[in-house]
């Protein structure tokens, strides 16, 4: 019995290796098979976080080199030309600054270098070009600050700058061109006589400033010198401020064309019919409105009332407007908005919209109440016009040549885009003709050309001071320059503005 019992598990024994032995290839197999799969996971993890760093690098590398291209495209010259860039303290060192010349060759800023090697900034000019050529002393401002790179760069031939290094002479640095006109400049300059004030003349088609008159002025010559005295401004000049592009006044009357292309946009079918009894003085919305000298001038329609500058008639204007669609219209000619240029400017301001009430409606129609603007923007306003509507953006250096007079680099028109469409302001060329035929710019009808154009009387503060305003272009209907101008505390358009307009455009385009 106990063998029979030995036996069974001996056989049962074997049977358990038999078996055993039969199940470990497959247990092998199903292990080798599990450490596949183990592994081909790990793989593709591996090759997940592989793919994903570089995806990540190549992220990375796009966006160096996107913002590269945008800094030599966009930021570069910012950052080449800011006065902190220590590289121009060594350029100054092998380099004389370049001179800054007229459209016309005129010399508007050169160095001359003395027997000791001692360089000096003079500008021939004194005072006339000094807000918009700018200085060098006591902090750099103007076309000398924008364009301090390329006045401190030379491009002669290399044998002659070994030549000068050996020598121990400073290379000749390239010479920038503007687009202003030195003759054109001077004659705005005088036309202001003694009054404060700015003019602002533009080429409508490309954008090209042709004259930036800001008085007073200072000498640039001499800022060093009277440093103090401009500083302290004791009577009230503000000399080192460029009134032509950071000086902000109402624009009065001529922020009428702006009202007037509002209500033809809105109203393109029935804008014809409008038609306004004036009597000199009217309640508009619950607020009384006056005509300059209260003058009464009847019945009047859309055309007549820009020519005669009509208060009560505009400022009825404003009351039918949709005040949302206006705003958008003011910052579509640049309110509220950067102006991409390469000078020092503050924004024009338009702040009218929904939530106004009456009595900022109807001043702000006639360019009271809030609104402030530039007389650049002012300027750019007449050449929009001018320029059927499309919008150039404003620049003042054309090219930059070297010591030879070879052209180094050259600025080309950009332009901002189609402010309004092209029937508007065709429509408004023949109302602003007006003004001149019939209207308030009367004595402009003098010339072999007719002249497109808005006289404006803007109220400065409680006290009466008034300024003199007067946009425009000429000829009308081929427009070669667009002009804007104020002067503060004058009085009307017509008996200050329009003059000084008239002996611009007499300069510029003859009789």
């Not at 600025?411 to 029937?423: F, I």
């Amino acid at each position: 019995m106990h063998q029979r019992e030995e036996s069974e598990r001996d056989k049962n024994l074997q049977m358990q290796k038999r078996k055993a032995r039969k199940e470990q290839p497959e247990r092998r197999k199903q292990n080798s098979r599990q450490a596949g799969r183990g592994e081909e996971k790990e793989n593709k993890k591996g090759n997940a976080q592989i793919l994903a760093l570089t995806y990540c690098m190549v992220a990375v590398f796009l966006g160096m080199a996107g913002y590269l291209g945008y800094f030599m495209a966009v930021k570069s010259d910012k950052v080449i030309n800011n006065p902190y860039n220590k590289r121009q303290e060594v350029l100054a060192k092998k380099v004389q600054r370049g001179e800054i010349r007229s459209k016309d060759g005129k010399v508007l800023a050169k160095t001359k270098t003395d027997s000791t090697g001692k360089d000096t900034r003079i500008y021939p000019y004194d005072e006339i070009f000094a807000p918009v050529v700018g200085r060098i002393s006591n902090s750099m401002t103007g076309i000398e600050k924008q364009q301090c790179y390329p006045l401190l760069t030379s491009h002669v031939n290399p044998l002659r700058q070994l030549t000068n290094t050996l020598k121990g002479e400073k290379n000749p640095g390239d010479s920038v061109f503007t687009t202003l006109d030195a003759k054109l400049q001077t004659i705005a300059y005088q036309a202001l006589g003694n009054h404060k004030g700015a003019v602002v003349a533009i080429e409508p088609s490309t954008g090209k400033v042709l004259a930036m008159v800001s008085k007073p002025s200072y000498d640039p010559n001499t800022v060093a010198k009277n440093w103090s005295s401009l500083i302290k401004d004791s009577n009230d000049d503000s000399k080192l401020v460029n009134r032509a592009t950071q000086g902000l006044y109402p624009p009065g009357s001529t922020f009428k064309v702006l009202t007037a292309m509002e209500y033809m946009i809105e109203n393109p079918q029935t804008y014809r019919d409008f038609n306004y009894r004036c009597k000199g003085t009217d309640t508009v919305a619950g607020h009384v409105i006056h005509c300059y000298d209260n003058e009464r001038h009847g019945i009047l329609s859309l055309k007549n009332a820009l020519a005669e500058s009509c208060n009560g008639a505009f400022a009825t204007l404003g009351t039918e407007l949709d005040l949302d669609r206006f705003h958008k219209l003011a910052e579509k000619f640049g309110y509220n908005k950067a102006l991409d240029a390469d000078f020092e400017y503050n924004q024009s301001k338009f702040v009218l919209n929904k939530h106004s009430d009456n009595g900022e409606l109807t001043q702000t129609a006639i360019g009271q109440g809030k609104t402030l603007v530039t007389p650049l923007q002012n300027a750019l306003i007449a050449a929009t016009i001018a320029n059927d509507g499309k919008m150039m953006l404003p620049y003042v250096v054309d090219h930059v040549e070297s010591d030879s007079g070879q052209v180094v680099k050259s600025y080309d028109p950009k332009e901002k885009g189609q402010v309004v469409d092209e029937w508007v302001a065709q429509k408004m060329n023949d109302m602003m003709k007006s003004v001149v035929t019939s209207g308030t710019g009367y004595s402009l009808k003098s010339f072999s050309y007719e002249v497109a154009g808005k006289t404006g009387s803007a109220e400065a503060d409680s006290e009466g001071t008034t300024h003199s305003w007067f946009i425009g272009y000429a000829p009308a209907d081929n427009p070669k320059i667009a002009i804007s101008v104020v002067v503060e505390g004058a009085g009307t358009g017509s008996r200050y503005a329009v003059p000084v307009t008239k002996k611009m455009l007499q300069c510029y385009l003859g009789d």
